[in-house]
């Protein structure tokens, strides 16, 4: 049984700042990692994905993989009020075609 | 652009009224996935299909159906809501590969009365 775990929040940061979103999985043949930006009512938005371990950069994301520890992170740097949203971690599997798993997601509140 | 589009934006019903909601995508992807998601959580897979094939989750209720009438199309059918069915459906696309990345319509709202 693939699960997703992320807490889900609220995740409060000031305007400005970092903030750090934590995604941990249990699959440990998942391969392919995803991170997701849903605003209230909307539908879940691409933000980043990763398949190597490290880090990979997108402008103010970086997101993060270590899967010997089976966690994938995502860094939000000068968090912007827009930024407010909850943001959902999803993993896919070995090989080719698969399904993704998606945690609950948390959710990230930037206070002006 | 290239996209997903999801009709209707909002759909009301009554109770037992059999209700179609429908994708549409033009990015040519081989995939396309229907996800039901309530209110803070997560976005739960009801089937997919892999071009023609046809792949039920094993908890979808037989009360979702769905159909897949060419590439670009995708509907989902509800032949008799309940209260519980209420939830926002989602439409996503992908292509088979190494990533699978999964691309998001802009979903239906669904209130059953």
């Known amino acids: 049984q693939k699960e997703v775990e992320q807490n889900s929040g609220p995740l409060s940061v000031p305007e400005g700042a970092i903030a750090s979103l934590n995604c941990t999985y249990s699959?440990?043949?998942?391969?392919?990692f995803f991170w997701y930006r849903q605003y209230s009512g909307k539908s879940p938005e691409l933000i980043m994905f990763i398949y190597s371990n490290g880090d990979k950069e997108d402008g103010r994301f970086t997101a993060q993989l270590n899967k010997a520890s089976q966690y994938v992170s995502l860094l939000i740097r000068d968090s912007q009020p827009s930024d407010s949203a909850t943001y959902l971690c999803?993993?896919?599997?070995?090989?080719?075609?698969?399904?993704?798993?998606f945690g609950t997601g948390t959710k990230l509140q930037v206070i002006p | 652009d290239a996209m997903v589009i999801q009709n209707p934006r909002y759909q009301v019903t009554q109770f037992g009224k059999p209700v179609t909601l429908s994708c549409s995508q033009t990015?040519?992807?081989?995939?396309m996935y229907w996800y039901q998601q309530k209110s803070s959580q997560a976005p739960k897979l009801l089937f997919h299909?892999?071009?023609?094939?046809?792949?039920n989750e094993a908890d979808t209720p037989d009360n979702f159906q769905s159909r897949r009438p060419n590439t670009s199309f995708c509907f989902l059918d509800i032949r008799s809501p309940g209260l519980g069915d209420a939830a926002m459906y989602l439409c996503a696309t992908s292509r088979v590969g190494h990533t699978d990345t999964q691309y998001f319509g802009p979903g239906t709202r669904l209130t059953v009365l």
């Open positions: 299909y892999y071009d023609k094939d046809f792949n």
């Open positions: 990015l040519n992807h081989n995939v």
């Open positions: 999803a993993v896919n599997g070995p090989g080719g075609y698969q399904k993704v798993t």
């Open positions: 699959d440990r043949g998942s391969q392919s």
